[in-house]
């Protein structure tokens, strides 16, 4: 369960990352984080610290990839995970994928689990749906949530606002 809990924390910073790139002024992060952050990565430069949820996350920079570290309060390393490009995927999640032609992919996140190992992230929407899924390296979806999009009403009227005053 916690296992779950944790990986859906994980999700819900990739979409609070991809609505909003603020930062927490003052966050105060533990210094068995910080300390732990230093050790698995020697030779990276935190640029900014999150809380989500349980979870600290350092956004650094290793190379030229972005990448994010997640800790627990303890300074236990969760896991890893970016932002990647549909070129960079295993080729069963790529298939996976490819079976919601009618959605454009909006983001992909790659994240790399202590304890489960690999797994990708999607987001994909069309005009009336948001789908978010977690997949397995072999395209096996691990959990899945569809969002219905609220259509924008203020369109509709302001359309019979129009033709109401060019009648007059």
Not at 55 to 75: L, M, P, R, S
Not at 118 to 146: E, W
């Amino acid at each position: 369960m916690k296992k779950m809990i944790f990986a859906l924390a994980v999700f819900a910073y990739c979409l609070l990352v991809a609505v909003t790139s603020k930062a927490q002024p003052g966050l105060s992060v533990p210094d068995a984080v910080k300390k732990s952050f230093s050790t698995h990565f020697k030779n990276s430069q935190c640029s900014r610290w999150t809380k989500v949820q349980e979870a600290y996350v350092a956004t650094f920079t290793e190379g030229i990839d972005w990448k994010d570290a997640y800790f627990t309060d303890d300074g236990e390393l969760k896991g890893v995970g970016k932002y990647i490009t549909g070129d960079r995927l295993p080729m069963f999640v790529e298939q996976k994928i490819n079976e919601y032609s009618n959605y454009e992919l909006l983001e992909l996140y790659q994240y790399e689990c202590m304890e489960n190992g690999l797994c990708f992230f999607a987001v994909l929407k069309n005009n009336k749906h948001q789908i978010a899924l977690r997949m397995s390296p072999y395209g096996d979806v691990t959990y899945s949530r569809k969002i219905r999009i609220k259509q924008n009403k203020t369109a509709s009227s302001d359309i019979a606002l129009n033709k109401k005053n060019n009648q007059e």
